[in-house]
Protein backbone atom coordinates (compact mmCIF):
# COMPACT_ATOMS: atom_id res chain seq x y z
CA UNK A 1 0.00 0.00 0.00
CA UNK A 2 1.42 3.55 -0.52
CA UNK A 3 1.38 4.17 3.27
CA UNK A 4 2.07 8.30 3.29
CA UNK A 5 3.74 8.90 0.55
CA UNK A 6 3.28 12.21 -0.63
CA UNK A 7 3.53 11.99 -4.32
CA UNK A 8 3.31 15.75 -6.56
CA UNK A 9 2.86 15.77 -10.29
CA UNK A 10 3.85 18.62 -12.65
CA UNK A 11 2.24 20.91 -10.00
CA UNK A 12 1.69 24.37 -11.85
CA UNK A 13 0.59 27.52 -9.30
CA UNK A 14 -0.73 31.02 -10.74
CA UNK A 15 -1.71 33.31 -8.48
CA UNK A 16 -4.51 35.33 -9.44
CA UNK A 17 -2.18 38.61 -10.48
CA UNK A 18 -0.76 35.97 -12.68
CA UNK A 19 2.60 35.27 -11.04
CA UNK A 20 3.69 31.67 -12.12
CA UNK A 21 4.83 30.58 -8.64
CA UNK A 22 5.33 26.52 -9.66
CA UNK A 23 6.29 25.94 -13.00
CA UNK A 24 5.27 21.84 -13.00
CA UNK A 25 7.37 20.56 -9.80
CA UNK A 26 7.23 16.70 -9.29
CA UNK A 27 8.60 14.75 -6.78
CA UNK A 28 7.68 12.02 -4.57
CA UNK A 29 8.80 11.24 -0.79
CA UNK A 30 8.04 7.87 1.12
CA UNK A 31 6.86 7.24 4.93
CA UNK A 32 9.47 8.04 7.13
CA UNK A 33 11.59 10.33 5.06
CA UNK A 34 13.11 13.73 6.42
CA UNK A 35 13.28 16.02 3.10
CA UNK A 36 13.89 19.45 3.11
CA UNK A 37 12.69 21.95 0.47
CA UNK A 38 15.45 24.91 -0.09
CA UNK A 39 15.39 27.62 -2.20
CA UNK A 40 15.98 31.60 -2.69
CA UNK A 41 13.47 33.71 -1.29
CA UNK A 42 10.12 33.79 -3.51
CA UNK A 43 11.78 30.18 -5.15
CA UNK A 44 8.17 28.45 -4.22
CA UNK A 45 8.75 26.63 -1.32
CA UNK A 46 5.47 28.21 0.51
CA UNK A 47 3.42 28.18 -2.20
CA UNK A 48 4.66 24.30 -2.50
CA UNK A 49 3.92 23.63 0.79
CA UNK A 50 0.70 25.24 1.16
CA UNK A 51 -0.49 22.09 -1.77
CA UNK A 52 0.70 19.67 0.53
CA UNK A 53 -2.55 19.95 2.55
CA UNK A 54 -4.96 21.74 0.28
CA UNK A 55 -4.89 25.19 1.45
CA UNK A 56 -3.82 26.00 -1.91
CA UNK A 57 -5.08 24.50 -5.33
CA UNK A 58 -3.15 23.57 -8.12
CA UNK A 59 -3.97 25.26 -11.35
CA UNK A 60 -2.45 22.66 -13.03
CA UNK A 61 -1.06 19.01 -11.73
CA UNK A 62 -1.69 16.92 -8.42
CA UNK A 63 -1.51 16.29 -5.17
CA UNK A 64 -1.30 12.63 -3.71
CA UNK A 65 -1.20 11.32 -0.27
CA UNK A 66 -1.26 8.19 0.56
CA UNK A 67 -4.16 7.04 -1.87
CA UNK A 68 -5.87 9.86 -1.97
CA UNK A 69 -5.74 12.60 -4.83
CA UNK A 70 -6.40 15.82 -2.87
CA UNK A 71 -9.78 17.08 -3.61
CA UNK A 72 -12.72 19.00 -1.58
CA UNK A 73 -14.08 15.34 -0.94
CA UNK A 74 -10.54 13.93 0.53
CA UNK A 75 -9.46 17.14 2.52
CA UNK A 76 -10.48 16.44 6.22
CA UNK A 77 -9.13 13.00 6.13
CA UNK A 78 -5.82 14.24 4.57
CA UNK A 79 -6.07 17.42 7.08
CA UNK A 80 -6.20 14.99 9.82
CA UNK A 81 -2.87 13.06 8.08
CA UNK A 82 -0.98 16.11 7.10
CA UNK A 83 0.33 18.57 9.90
CA UNK A 84 1.21 21.79 8.65
CA UNK A 85 2.77 24.40 10.75
CA UNK A 86 2.84 27.98 8.93
CA UNK A 87 5.39 30.49 8.18
CA UNK A 88 3.69 33.28 10.23
CA UNK A 89 2.63 31.80 13.09
CA UNK A 90 -0.01 34.46 13.40
CA UNK A 91 -1.79 32.38 10.81
CA UNK A 92 -1.79 29.21 12.99
CA UNK A 93 -3.07 31.14 16.81
CA UNK A 94 -6.35 32.47 17.44
CA UNK A 95 -7.76 31.55 20.70
CA UNK A 96 -8.32 33.24 23.91
CA UNK A 97 -5.54 30.87 25.75
CA UNK A 98 -2.57 28.36 24.17
CA UNK A 99 -3.55 25.94 26.03
CA UNK A 100 -7.11 26.46 23.77
CA UNK A 101 -4.98 27.22 20.62
CA UNK A 102 -3.60 23.70 21.07
CA UNK A 103 -6.26 21.72 22.64
CA UNK A 104 -8.30 22.81 19.89
CA UNK A 105 -7.37 20.16 17.01
CA UNK A 106 -7.32 17.01 19.29
CA UNK A 107 -10.42 18.17 20.87
CA UNK A 108 -12.39 18.13 17.14
CA UNK A 109 -11.13 15.17 16.89
CA UNK A 110 -13.56 13.59 19.64
CA UNK A 111 -10.83 13.75 22.80
CA UNK A 112 -12.12 15.28 26.17
CA UNK A 113 -11.46 15.13 29.80
CA UNK A 114 -7.89 13.98 31.43
CA UNK A 115 -6.89 12.59 28.15
CA UNK A 116 -7.12 16.11 26.19
CA UNK A 117 -4.99 17.83 29.37
CA UNK A 118 -2.55 14.91 28.92
CA UNK A 119 -2.11 15.81 25.38
CA UNK A 120 -1.87 19.60 25.08
CA UNK A 121 0.08 19.17 28.05
CA UNK A 122 2.56 16.98 26.44
CA UNK A 123 2.32 18.59 23.39
CA UNK A 124 3.78 22.26 25.41
CA UNK A 125 6.22 19.85 27.59
CA UNK A 126 7.81 18.96 24.02
CA UNK A 127 8.31 22.80 22.84
CA UNK A 128 8.96 23.97 25.80
CA UNK A 129 6.49 26.12 26.54
CA UNK A 130 4.13 24.37 29.00
CA UNK A 131 4.72 27.32 31.10
CA UNK A 132 3.08 29.55 28.79
CA UNK A 133 -0.48 27.39 28.70
CA UNK A 134 -2.80 30.44 30.21
CA UNK A 135 -1.16 33.08 28.00
CA UNK A 136 -2.79 34.67 25.27
CA UNK A 137 -1.22 33.93 22.37
CA UNK A 138 -1.07 37.47 20.92
CA UNK A 139 1.55 38.52 24.63
CA UNK A 140 3.78 36.02 23.55
CA UNK A 141 7.03 36.65 21.63
CA UNK A 142 8.08 36.10 18.20
CA UNK A 143 9.92 32.68 19.14
CA UNK A 144 7.33 31.82 21.55
CA UNK A 145 5.01 31.66 19.53
CA UNK A 146 6.92 29.52 16.70
CA UNK A 147 6.82 26.95 19.31
CA UNK A 148 3.11 27.08 20.54
CA UNK A 149 2.40 26.86 17.27
CA UNK A 150 4.40 23.72 16.93
CA UNK A 151 2.70 22.38 19.85
CA UNK A 152 -0.60 22.58 17.82
CA UNK A 153 0.26 20.22 15.32
CA UNK A 154 2.19 17.97 17.40
CA UNK A 155 -0.91 17.70 19.74
CA UNK A 156 -3.02 16.03 16.23
CA UNK A 157 -0.27 13.41 16.49
CA UNK A 158 0.22 13.73 12.52
CA UNK A 159 1.50 11.02 10.20
CA UNK A 160 3.29 13.61 7.93
CA UNK A 161 4.40 16.86 9.38
CA UNK A 162 4.76 19.71 7.17
CA UNK A 163 6.90 23.19 8.47
CA UNK A 164 7.40 26.13 7.00
CA UNK A 165 10.19 27.55 8.82
CA UNK A 166 10.54 26.17 11.62
CA UNK A 167 13.44 27.18 13.06
CA UNK A 168 12.76 30.93 12.00
CA UNK A 169 12.84 33.90 15.11
CA UNK A 170 14.48 30.90 17.62
CA UNK A 171 17.07 30.97 19.76
CA UNK A 172 19.75 29.21 19.87
CA UNK A 173 18.48 26.56 23.06
CA UNK A 174 15.13 26.35 21.38
CA UNK A 175 16.56 25.91 18.12
CA UNK A 176 18.42 22.86 19.63
CA UNK A 177 15.09 21.94 21.24
CA UNK A 178 13.51 21.70 17.83
CA UNK A 179 16.12 19.92 16.47
CA UNK A 180 16.04 17.44 18.93
CA UNK A 181 12.36 17.06 18.83
CA UNK A 182 12.32 16.63 14.82
CA UNK A 183 14.79 13.87 15.07
CA UNK A 184 12.40 12.23 17.64
CA UNK A 185 9.64 12.28 14.99
CA UNK A 186 10.01 9.23 13.00
CA UNK A 187 7.07 9.95 10.70
CA UNK A 188 7.57 12.10 7.60
CA UNK A 189 8.76 15.49 7.70
CA UNK A 190 9.02 17.86 4.97
CA UNK A 191 10.03 21.63 5.62
CA UNK A 192 11.74 24.26 4.13
CA UNK A 193 14.31 26.43 6.15
CA UNK A 194 17.21 28.78 4.95
CA UNK A 195 18.81 27.12 7.97
CA UNK A 196 21.24 25.40 5.72
CA UNK A 197 23.20 23.45 8.57
CA UNK A 198 19.56 22.66 10.18
CA UNK A 199 18.79 21.21 6.95
CA UNK A 200 22.30 19.26 7.08
CA UNK A 201 21.78 18.12 10.75
CA UNK A 202 18.00 16.91 10.04
CA UNK A 203 17.68 15.71 6.48
CA UNK A 204 19.45 12.75 3.97
CA UNK A 205 17.51 14.75 0.76
CA UNK A 206 17.04 18.07 -0.43
CA UNK A 207 14.38 19.18 -3.05
CA UNK A 208 16.31 22.59 -4.42
CA UNK A 209 13.99 25.26 -5.91
CA UNK A 210 15.12 27.32 -7.97
CA UNK A 211 12.11 29.99 -9.89
CA UNK A 212 9.31 27.58 -9.15
CA UNK A 213 10.72 24.66 -10.71
CA UNK A 214 12.95 21.69 -8.92
CA UNK A 215 16.55 22.28 -9.67
CA UNK A 216 18.11 19.28 -7.76
CA UNK A 217 16.85 16.51 -5.77
CA UNK A 218 18.69 14.08 -3.69
CA UNK A 219 20.77 13.45 -0.97
CA UNK A 220 21.77 16.54 1.58
CA UNK A 221 25.25 15.77 2.08
CA UNK A 222 25.82 16.00 -1.79
CA UNK A 223 23.82 19.04 -3.04
CA UNK A 224 24.85 21.37 -0.13
CA UNK A 225 28.85 20.54 -0.64
CA UNK A 226 27.74 21.91 -4.26
CA UNK A 227 28.96 25.23 -4.27
CA UNK A 228 28.41 26.02 -7.64
CA UNK A 229 24.46 25.30 -7.74
CA UNK A 230 24.14 26.66 -4.52
CA UNK A 231 24.99 29.67 -5.62
CA UNK A 232 23.43 29.45 -9.08
CA UNK A 233 20.69 29.74 -6.68
CA UNK A 234 21.38 32.27 -4.61
CA UNK A 235 22.04 30.02 -1.84
CA UNK A 236 25.62 29.19 -0.29
CA UNK A 237 27.39 26.10 1.44
CA UNK A 238 26.60 25.67 5.18
CA UNK A 239 28.82 27.51 8.10
CA UNK A 240 29.36 23.80 9.10
CA UNK A 241 30.48 22.48 5.85
CA UNK A 242 32.82 26.08 4.65
CA UNK A 243 36.64 25.08 5.65
CA UNK A 244 38.16 27.32 7.83
CA UNK A 245 38.76 30.71 6.98
CA UNK A 246 42.74 30.75 7.96
CA UNK A 247 43.78 26.76 6.57
CA UNK A 248 40.91 26.04 4.36
CA UNK A 249 39.91 22.88 6.57
CA UNK A 250 36.62 21.50 6.07
CA UNK A 251 34.91 20.49 9.63
CA UNK A 252 33.25 17.85 8.99
N1 LIG B 1 -0.82 35.71 -2.73
C1 LIG B 1 0.10 35.92 -3.69
N2 LIG B 1 -0.23 36.62 -4.78
C2 LIG B 1 0.66 36.83 -5.79
N3 LIG B 1 1.92 36.37 -5.78
C3 LIG B 1 2.30 35.65 -4.70
C4 LIG B 1 1.41 35.39 -3.61
N4 LIG B 1 2.07 34.66 -2.67
C5 LIG B 1 3.32 34.47 -3.18
N5 LIG B 1 3.46 35.05 -4.39
C6 LIG B 1 4.63 35.05 -5.28
O1 LIG B 1 4.92 33.69 -5.60
C7 LIG B 1 6.34 33.49 -5.65
C8 LIG B 1 6.72 32.37 -4.68
O2 LIG B 1 6.46 32.82 -3.36
P1 LIG B 1 6.68 31.87 -2.08
O3 LIG B 1 6.13 32.59 -0.90
O4 LIG B 1 6.17 30.53 -2.40
O5 LIG B 1 8.28 31.83 -2.03
P2 LIG B 1 9.26 31.20 -0.92
O6 LIG B 1 10.23 30.35 -1.66
O7 LIG B 1 8.48 30.57 0.15
O8 LIG B 1 10.01 32.51 -0.41
P3 LIG B 1 10.62 32.92 1.07
O9 LIG B 1 11.94 32.20 1.19
O10 LIG B 1 10.82 34.41 0.91
O11 LIG B 1 9.61 32.55 2.12
C9 LIG B 1 6.97 34.85 -5.34
O12 LIG B 1 7.30 35.46 -6.56
C10 LIG B 1 5.87 35.61 -4.63
O13 LIG B 1 5.99 37.00 -4.85
Known amino acids: MSHHIVEVKNLRHVYPDGTEALKGVSFRIHHGESVAIIG ?3 AGKSTLLLHLNGYHSPTAGEVRIGDFLLSKGTLPGIRRTVGMVFQDPDDQLFMPTVYDDVAFGPLNLG ?14 ERVGAAHLAAKAPYHL ?3 EKKRVAIATVLSMSPDILVLDEPASGLDPYARRQLIGLLKEFRHTKIFTSHDLDLVLELCQRV ?3 KEGEVRADGPAAEILRDERLLAECRLEVPLSLQGC ?3 GKRQG
Open 40 to 42: ANG
Open 245 to 247: PIC
Open 111 to 124: LNGNELERCVADAL
Open 207 to 209: ILL
Open 141 to 143: SGG
